[in-house]
């Protein structure tokens, strides 16, 4: 697709269940992120993959998270152990990487709405 | 470290009304400056940048400066229409000289227009 695709676009879990969240970035983009959007705040980062690199995990809140990616492609954001305060949601960007074509510029998926019960 | 502080909202207007959105930052280097717009249910879109001082970011309607000297890149808009209501996100990028290529982001300040 044209643009970055999240899904799923809403998840409802019950405290205590793992969770998996997809995000297929923007074809020749090497560069992904994840933020996280708690209702009526601002993004606060997550975790940062650029091309082969290891990622940038600073912005993890706990161990209950995780993140991988596959090469330059789709990466998928787990929560394990679901808590409630984890409902938020779970926004996935991606952008020109790198050091010669990094522009600053980051294209959002409309995100994964994880609600915990 | 880099930040970014925006007013607090939500800006409650009437359409047509001027819209001024205050941001400002700090910044170790010398960083791009963004402003982003967040529609009801959608992800967040690039509304304009501005990549040097004195630079002038526009998209819409939408203006906003790169001033260098006092830190800020504050969002204008002479006449807001009512499909501007969103949440706006004013953001920087500072990965030059060993920098982050991780944007700062404000808090994000909400706009409601009224008819």
């Known amino acids: 697709g044209a643009g970055v695709s999240q899904s799923p676009s809403n998840k409802v879990t019950e405290k205590g269940k793992d969770v998996e969240l997809r995000c297929d970035p923007i074809s020749g983009h090497t560069a992904l992120y994840w933020y996280r959007q708690r209702l009526g705040q601002g993004l606060e980062f997550l975790i940062y993959f650029q091309g082969n690199s290891a990622p940038d995990k600073s912005g993890l809140p706990s161990d209950r998270f995780s993140a991988e990616r596959t090469g330059e492609s789709v990466s998928t954001l787990t929560i394990q152990r679901t808590q409630q305060e984890d409902s938020a949601v779970y926004l996935c960007?991606?952008?020109?990487?790198?050091?010669?074509?990094?522009?600053?510029?980051?294209?959002f998926g409309e995100g994964s709405r994880l609600t915990v019960l | 470290g880099n930040s970014v502080t925006q007013m607090e909202g939500p800006v409650t207007l009437s359409e047509e009304a001027f819209l001024t959105i205050n941001c400002t930052y700090t910044a170790t280097g010398y960083p791009s400056l963004f402003w982003y717009v967040q529609y009801p249910g959608e992800g967040l879109q690039l509304l304009l940048k501005a990549t040097k001082a004195d630079d002038k970011g526009s998209n819409k309607g939408f203006e906003a400066t790169y001033r260098k000297e006092t830190t800020s890149f504050h969002l204008e808009k002479g006449s807001v229409q009512v499909s501007d209501s969103a949440v706006y996100f004013c953001a920087l990028s500072d990965p030059g000289a060993g920098g982050s290529y991780i944007p700062t982001f404000g808090r994000g300040t909400s706009l409601i227009v009224h008819p």
């Open positions: 960007a991606s952008s020109l990487g790198g050091s010669r074509r990094f522009t600053g510029e980051l294209f």
